[in-house]
C-alpha cells in the first residue's frame, strides 16, 4: 500500500497511515459513497447490530450481519469462528477483495465501539483492504438527520473465499513467547478493575493481568462526552502512552479481544503503529490454559476466594 496523507475533515479525519479508504467516517462522509454504491461501486454497508434493532430502523443500503456471527462460543467468546464459517459469512454479504465495506454499529457507547472495531479487524485479516467504520454509529447518523428506513436490500453471494492473515492476531502461544523473552508490549485495554485484578470477566478463570503489561483503558480513545472517536492527531498523543522498544510487537489485550479491538484500531489503523497485533482470546483464554499461567496483579487465596463466593451468591439468588 503506497503511504499517503488523509485529509482531515469535519473534524473526524484519520491518521497519516498507509489505508486506501478513511478508518473513520462520518455520517456526511458516508453519504456520498452510499450514492456510489446505489451507481454501481463495490460499497458495502454492514450493520451489526441484532435484527431486531436493525428491523427496527437502518440505513436503506445496509445489510443486517449481526456481532455475534464474528464471535467465537459463550465459554471463549474471543477465539475466531471457525474458517468456514467465516468465509461463508463473508461470501453472504457478498464482500470481495475490492469491496468497501462499512461497518456500522449502535454507537450508544464506547463499548459498542468495540463491535466494530472487531468486525474491521477481523475483515482486514480476511484480505480486504478497503475498510472504514462509522464514526458514532447509527446515533451519530441519526442526530445528522439522515433518512432512516425498514426495506431489506437483497445481495448476490460471492464466490470468495479468504483464508485468515494472522499478521494482527496473537494466540495464546504468541503471548508466551513474548513473556519468555520480554519481546512485546502488552497492553491491557482494560478498566482499572480489571488490570489491578479486582474483578474478572465472568469466564475467565483468575484476576489479574500479564506480566509486564502496560495499562491504555480503551475509554480514553473517545472525546470526553461522547461516543466519537478522536482523530488521528490524538489517537497519536493517547498511542504515546505506550512504550515499546523499537522492533517490538505491540499486542493489545481484554478479557475477550473486544475492548482490545478498540485499542487496536486506535494504535493501528487511527495512530499508525507498525505491528500490532490483537490477542484475540485475551485473559479468558489465558486463564483457560491447561498449565497454570502467569499473572500480574493476583489477588491473594483469601480475597479469590471471597469473590468467588460472591459471585455464586449472586447467580444463586439474584
Sequence with gaps: MKKFLIAYTLGLGASSFALAAQPLLSPQQLQPLLQKAGAGAEIRLIDIRDPKAFEAGHIAQAVNAPYGKWRGPASNPGELPDQ??????VQSLGLTPATHAIVISSGADA?????TARVYWTLKSLGLTELSIVNGGMQAWQAAAQPVGKTAIKIAPS???????????ATQQDVGKHL???????V??????????????PAAKLSGTLPG?????????????TTLFVDGAKAKDIAAKIQRQQGQDMVAFCNTGHWAATDWFGLSEMAGLPNVKLYAGSMVDWTQSQDAPRMANQPGRLQSL???A???WDKKFK
Design 84 to 89: 468456514p464459517q467465516l468465509v461463508k459469512l
Design 111 to 115: 463499548t459498542d465501539f468495540g463491535a
Design 159 to 169: 464466490s470468495y473465499a479468504p483464508t485468515f492473515d494472522a499478521n494482527w492476531l
Design 180 to 186: 519468555d523473552l520480554s519481546n512485546a508490549a502488552l
Design 188 to 201: 491491557d485495554s482494560r478498566p482499572d478493575a480489571f488490570y489491578q485484578g479486582k474483578t474478572r470477566a
Design 213 to 225: 503489561a502496560q495499562q491504555l483503558d480503551f475509554n480514553q480513545w473517545f472525546v470526553p462526552g
Design 306 to 308: 471471597a469473590y468467588d
Design 310 to 312: 460472591q459471585k455464586w
